[in-house]
């Protein structure tokens, strides 16, 4: 075993507090830590201001807080072929893509922890909501204490090959602790606001981003029965069981987005919440990942997430390993099923592994319309 | 740690005789060279003292230099300074496409202006040729500007030979000569040139603190107004304890600069040598011929050089590759560009090593295993060491 001082970690800083106590734990531990900022997206706006600067700035105050190395890495191009093509090509599909977990697999857990090795690196350690704990002799990702922050959902992708080489010192924190370890040291990203939603779209308008990549196309809103509700402003803003920006008025219970039908460019709106029409008892999953040894002959009794921050529910994987696929069925109905989001599956605390929600079923029919 | 600097191109520490007339300036006097009174007077003699060390080392008279915080605002003033007082007489300008960016970004700004920028090509070699600046000339080109040592590669550009071409044409002619201030006897006679910028912190002087030269003749437009200081060119009062580092620093290249010469040439030999030794695969960036030994621009094939620059400083070797953008990522170099179009592996694969008076024989060894060490862990194919 190698002491702290002699094991070199780089540390995956982006300018926020999670990856600036990231690095502050470790120095505390006594590593060998090294910075590194990555440059995955070229935001420079009309005026010439990228907020990427105003993070890498954040990182050195910090870094120079800490007494730490500080250097960045660009990823522009490598993000863009791996992760923003996936995540325009399943908005043309009709689908809502998770970026995050496609940024994870192919940035930050291959191309990054590459760099890193590169750079004589033991470990490769980042900001997130996870905790990696050896159990019988084997690697294995387990939540976050703090189950409101929990990202294991995004990391259901990454091999589980590379897990004794990843360190995740925030899992065993409270997001709120964090925060105040930040305060306690005067970090100079303490008080810094959290990013929200997707990182290269930051702060604007989701509808404007996507239409400078993709021709929106307008069309018709209609109910299952074929009744017209008005117009919609092309498919890809709209995502299954969502109720904002339909605009359609009148007595009775909201109105929802249940469905779409892509090559008729219309887009299926119900009324109420619990909709019927929203409502599977399985799915198909593709693009299967599994973080720990597992027995795939046999059906696994597990819960599963289907989206982010949402409460597991328990459910029945079925997999094919010949066709890389699973069906995934449901102890009870789900709602509002969304194709090319991830399905990740648990045993208690342990992340076991995720795929991609392909399509969703009801009483062995396929919704074709939930895509 | 042990640390090695190998990136006196980009600054230099201040020379220990250069520090001690400082300390001395700050007790000194603190008179305003532009007050009537003795304060005054006493901080004047010191200036224009000053004036007459910088003029007479490029061979200038002492009403041609003008103070500035350094070669970038020397180079704004030559350009926008000419390009104002002369659009009369036509809107063509002709620099090259490895000029450093403080000639580069204001020819862009010119040219938002509605000025036409020619921006020459250079060869394999980093050299711009005298017959491109010729074929480019038009009867309503103003001014001509291209640097005498490249930064970034060390390569001499023929600037006597163009300014002899110009001396017919109405053009005005600036050098950027920041690199080659502290390498080579500049004298703007030979050159013919009309206006040149340098600056201190390139020669162990202090930063913040450069001239422009500017022949009599010459007209610029005015670009900060204020006090009229240095003959109206440059307004604000002057850097006193910066003119005096600097002049000191100039004092000390003028005695030492043969010196400091060969110096740098048995440490580039030593440098290829070490390289050599270990089997490492390389390519100069450039020629051996009208190269700076002080720069040594390098390409290791296999290599990515945000990975090969991070474990350098990790290993305590400082260098430089490209020029270091505002996130902290790196560009591809424009002046590799230039040399080997856009596509070439050199653009991503290079770093520049440049030297100084206080490199040493240990630090040239320490910097090459450890070079060795890292390419063999990068690519251990590669490297038969």
């Known amino acids: 075993m190698k002491k702290p001082e002699d094991t070199r970690v780089v540390v995956g800083m982006s300018g926020g507090v999670d990856s600036s106590v990231t690095a502050l734990l470790l120095k505390q531990q006594g590593y060998d830590v090294v910075g590194i900022f990555m440059k995955n997206w070229d935001d420079t706006d009309e005026f010439g201001v990228c907020t990427a600067t105003e993070d890498y700035e954040d990182v050195a105050r910090v870094a120079n807080q800490l007494d730490i190395p500080y250097y960045s890495v660009n990823f522009e191009k490598q993000y863009w072929d791996k992760v923003f093509t996936y995540f325009l090509d399943e908005y043309k599909a009709g689908r809502t893509p998770n970026p995050d977990v496609m940024c994870n697999k192919e940035i930050k857990f291959k191309a990054f922890l590459d760099h890193a090795m590169g750079l004589g690196a033991d470990y490769l350690a980042t900001g997130h909501y996870a905790r990696v704990n050896e159990i019988d002799g084997q690697a294995q990702m387990l939540r976050g204490v703090d189950s409101n922050k929990d990202q294991t959902y995004f990391l259901n992708q990454i091999p589980k090959e590379i897990l004794p080489r990843l360190m995740f010192p925030l899992g065993e924190l409270d997001k709120s602790e964090v925060r105040e370890i930040a305060k306690k040291h005067d970090l100079a990203t303490a008080t810094k606001k959290d990013s929200t939603g997707i990182c290269f779209i930051g702060e604007r308008n989701f509808k404007e981003f996507l239409s400078e990549y993709l021709p929106a196309k307008p069309g018709e809103m209609q109910t299952l029965d074929g009744e017209v509700k008005g117009k919609h402003d092309g498919l890809m803003y709209y995502t299954i069981g969502q109720r904002q920006g339909l605009g359609i008025g009148g007595a009775g219970d909201p109105w929802f987005v249940i469905g779409k039908n892509l090559e008729e460019n219309i887009l299926y709106v119900g009324q109420s919440f619990d909709n019927e029409a929203l409502y599977s008892d399985s799915l198909e999953a593709v693009h299967l990942n599994w973080l720990t040894d597992i027995d795939l002959s046999e059906p696994i009794e597990c819960t599963a997430k289907f989206r982010y921050r949402q409460e597991d529910y328990a459910v029945r994987v079925i997999v094919d390993s010949d066709k890389d696929q699973a069906n995934v069925i449901f102890k009870e109905p789900q709602r509002a099923i969304t194709p090319g989001q991830a399905v990740v599956f648990y045993d208690g605390d342990r992340c076991l592994g995720g795929g991609t929600i392909d399509r969703a079923f009801k009483d062995g029919k396929q919704l074709t319309y939930l895509a | ?385």
């Open chain 2, 1 to 385: 740690m042990k640390r090695v600097y190998l990136d006196y191109a980009a600054t230099t520490p201040l020379h220990p005789e250069v520090k001690q007339e400082m300390m001395e300036a700050l007790d000194g006097t603190y008179g305003n060279p532009s007050s009537i009174h003795s304060f005054g007077r006493e901080s004047r003699k010191l200036l224009d003292d000053a004036r007459s060390i910088a003029a007479r080392s490029i061979g200038a008279d002492f009403s041609s230099i003008i103070f500035t915080s350094g070669a970038t605002e020397a180079n704004n003033l030559a350009i926008f300074g000419v390009a104002r007082a002369y659009a009369h007489r036509g809107k063509h300008i002709i620099t090259t496409q490895i000029e450093h960016h403080a000639v580069l970004h204001p020819m862009e700004e010119l040219q938002k202006e509605g000025f036409e920028v020619t921006f020459l090509p250079v060869d394999e070699s980093g050299i711009v040729s005298v017959e491109a600046v010729e074929e480019a000339l038009r009867p309503d080109t103003i001014f001509v500007s291209i640097m005498r040592v490249n930064n970034e590669t060390g390569m001499r550009q023929p600037i006597e030979a163009i300014g002899e071409r110009l001396k017919e044409h109405q053009a005005i002619f600036h050098t950027d000569a920041v690199q080659a201030y502290g390498l080579e006897k500049l004298d703007v006679t030979s050159f013919n040139v009309d206006l040149l910028s340098v600056s201190s912190h390139k020669i162990y002087g202090p930063k913040g603190i450069g001239f422009l030269y500017r022949n009599d003749d010459v007209h610029l437009a005015q670009q900060i107004f204020g006090g009229e200081q240095e003959r109206k060119w440059r307004s604000g009062t002057e850097n006193m304890l910066g003119i005096r580092g600097f002049t000191k620093a100039i004092e000390l290249l003028e005695k030492e600069q043969n010196e400091r010469l060969m110096h740098y040439e048995k440490l580039s030999k030593q440098f290829f040598k070490g390289l050599n030794d270990f089997s490492i695969d390389y390519h100069l960036n450039g020629t051996r011929e009208e190269h700076m030994p002080n720069i040594l621009n390098i390409s290791f094939p296999g290599v990515e050089v945000e990975m090969f620059l991070t474990n350098l400083d990790l290993e305590g070797i400082a260098v430089s590759s490209g020029s270091a953008c505002t996130a902290g990522s790196i560009d591809p170099s424009h002046v590799l560009k230039a040399m080997y179009g856009e596509e070439n592996d050199r653009l991503y694969n290079s770093i520049r090593f440049s030297f100084g008076i206080e490199t040493s024989d240990e630090d040239i060894q320490f910097c090459v295993e450890k070079i060795s060490k890292i390419l063999n862990r990068l690519i251990p194919s590669n490297t038969r060491g």
